[in-house]
């Protein structure tokens, strides 16, 4: 699988160590930065071009990080075709692909241990797509739903 990562400053120690055990796993990575943990750096400039990835088809999936995950999570959202989850537990990143196919996640290097964020992104490496009827029903929806947000 491919799955493109992008982190500010504040997540980078987390993201080097998700890519790691995503390069353990036979997983294809594509680290878009930041690169190195100062200077501080602003998210969007690297949180966009992950999600960019994931929406071009490019990667199948990506994981973003930042401090708390949350403006991260807003930014890769603000690209068509992301549905990007905040996580901070396994529930919450499985009910995130089972229930609402999402193809990002965002992970807080401040808010989460780093061993729940690795196990996160081993789980969610393995996740299979939406089978459900009514699930993908309600998919079909957002997109209506969505028409007049920005």
């Known amino acids: 699988m491919n799955i493109s ?51 071009r088809g490019e990667c199948d999936r990506g994981i973003v990080f930042g401090g708390s995950g949350n403006g991260e999570a807003m930014a890769a959202n603000k690209v068509h075709g992301v549905r990007c989850a905040l996580c901070w537990s396994l529930e919450s990143a499985r009910l995130s692909r089972q229930h609402n196919d999402a193809n990002v996640l965002s992970l807080g290097e401040r808010l989460i241990e780093e061993s729940l964020a690795l196990e996160i992104a081993r789980c969610d490496a393995k996740r299979d797509v939406i089978t459900v009827a009514d699930r993908r029903r309600r998919l079909r929806e957002r997109p209506r739903s969505q028409m007049h947000s920005n």
């Open 5 to 55: 990562l992008g982190s500010d400053h504040a997540g980078f120690k987390l993201k080097e160590k998700v890519k790691a055990l995503l390069g353990e796993l036979g997983h294809k990575v594509k680290d878009v930065g930041t690169f190195a943990a100062d200077p501080p750096v602003d998210y969007p400039l690297f949180i966009r071009p992950a999600a960019e990835a994931v929406a």
